[in-house]
């Protein structure tokens, strides 16, 4: 990712906390953001998560992009349900707000040019996994940045497993980065450079909001 030094010339107000994401990103290829937003925003989306696998409006998750669905199990066990913005109750939205927030400063301060995201809901039952891969395998190569935040319950424990885990290079190979999915943490990735895995999920069940930020 280009980063812009003339924000002073750009008119948009600085942000902190966008800045330490965007040196991460520019860094190493991700970041990791605790408390994104607040517990009762994060239990509230993860009730209505809870409330569509109820109503069994939760589908298999697919290999592709939306449109080149391919179902594989052995690849990955969750359950989706996509987001609409235009249908979002509200506390989507606020969750929308603060992502748009973060997608304006990225366009406006890195020239990013995101034009398009998409966004779902995903539970993985006990037992599931998503074997490692790059999410631009998945037909879409307008994907830019990945974004994966953490609905768990306050008390998840790290033996309940389901890491994602991020495989940076070195220079002698690479290194697996393992990040627990605990609740309010956002990670974000470059979509093209780094290849990630969902461990197996040994107890509970493990709910996320997932979405790429896109061009074109
Ligand atoms: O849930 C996660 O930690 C990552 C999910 C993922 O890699 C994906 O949906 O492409
Ligand atoms: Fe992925």
Known sequence: MEENKSLAF??????PLYEVIIEDISKQHFTIVDNFLPLSLVNQLRINLVNKQAEDL???AAIGNRT???????????????????EAGPTEKLFFAELN???QYLNRTCFMGILHKEFHYALYP???YYQRHLDTFQNDDRRVLSMVFYLNEADWETKNGGDLVIYQPTETGEHALHIHPFP????IFESQV????VLPVLE?????ITGWLKTR
Do not use: C, P
């Open 204 to 208: 509970s069940e493990r709910y996320s």
């Open 10 to 15: 750009s008119g948009v107000a600085l942000n």
């Open 58 to 60: 939760l589908k298999k």
């Open 126 to 128: 006990k037992g599931t």
């Open 194 to 197: 780094l290849e990630h895995e």
């Open 101 to 103: 927030s973060l997608i």
């Open 184 to 187: 309010g943490r956002l990670v």
């Open 68 to 86: 080149n669905e391919l179902i594989s199990k052995s690849i990955r066990g969750d359950f989706i349900q996509w987001m609409d913005e235009k």
